[in-house]
């Protein structure tokens, strides 16, 4: 069975602080990785994804991506209260087009 | 660009009867769509892969009989809900893969929820 494992949170963060999202997947056959947006009774929104090990930054979004550990994580700059939602990891299965998502990390930024 | 639609957005019907739920891809074709479900404070959960005239490929533990997917041309794909019961009652949300894509990256409708009274 094909995982991806993050933590559920709730992460709490103080506005302007970095939020550092994590996650791991079980599938050495991925190779694609996404970040998702999701408010309360909204669909995902697209953050940002990552092919290659290392780092990838768009804005105030940090992807990081370490396929020999099969981890990727997330890191959110100068966190704002509108970033309060819950982030989504998703890899896609065996190089194929389907995304296996994750549970979900919540994050809660707080003035 | 690249922008999802689902009708409706939101619908109530009764126990027995049948849903459709429509997936466009507005500005795209779409080779392939993403079905997906979601329960309160839950994951995303892939319920079956729509493939342009062809048959969808569920996943398993999804009724295939219970979830009929039409797939009928590269901007339309629908999810029928057949015999809908309260057990149903869920947030449906479709994905589209552009015909030409250049990431794997799935664009998302806005969702459809799904109330069986």
């Known amino acids: 069975q094909k995982e991806v494992e993050q933590n559920s949170g709730p992460l709490s963060v103080p506005e302007g602080a970095i939020a550092s999202l994590n996650c791991t997947y079980s599938d050495r056959g991925s190779q694609s990785f996404f970040w998702y947006r999701q408010y309360s009774g909204k669909s995902p929104e697209l953050i940002m994804f990552i092919y290659s090990n290392g780092d990838k930054e768009d804005g105030r979004f940090t992807a990081q991506l370490n396929k020999a550990s099969q981890y990727v994580s997330l890191l959110i700059r100068d966190s704002q209260p509108s970033d309060s939602a819950t982030y989504l990891c998703?890899?896609?299965?065996?190089?194929?087009?389907?995304?296996?998502f994750g549970a979900g990390t919540r994050l809660a930024v707080h003035p | 660009g690249a922008v999802v639609s689902q009708h409706p957005s939101w619908v109530i019907c009764k126990s027995g009867t049948s849903v459709k739920i429509e997936c466009r891809s507005l500005d795209f074709q779409a080779t392939t769509m993403f079905w997906y479900r979601q329960f309160p404070k839950q994951s995303l959960m892939l319920m079956a892969t729509?493939?342009?005239?062809?048959?969808?490929?569920?996943e398993q533990g999804v009724e295939k009989d219970k979830f009929l997917i039409n797939h009928a041309s590269l901007t339309l794909s629908t999810l029928t809900v057949t015999s809908a019961h309260p057990e149903d009652s869920s947030f449906y949300i479709c994905?589209?893969?552009?015909?030409?894509?250049?990431?794997?990256?799935?664009?998302f409708g806005p969702g459809t929820r799904l109330t069986v009274t």
């Open positions: 998703a890899v896609n299965e065996g190089g194929y087009n389907k995304l296996i």
């Open positions: 994905s589209a893969l552009p015909r030409l894509p250049t990431s794997y990256e799935q664009y």
């Open positions: 729509s493939n342009e005239g062809s048959k969808a490929t569920y």
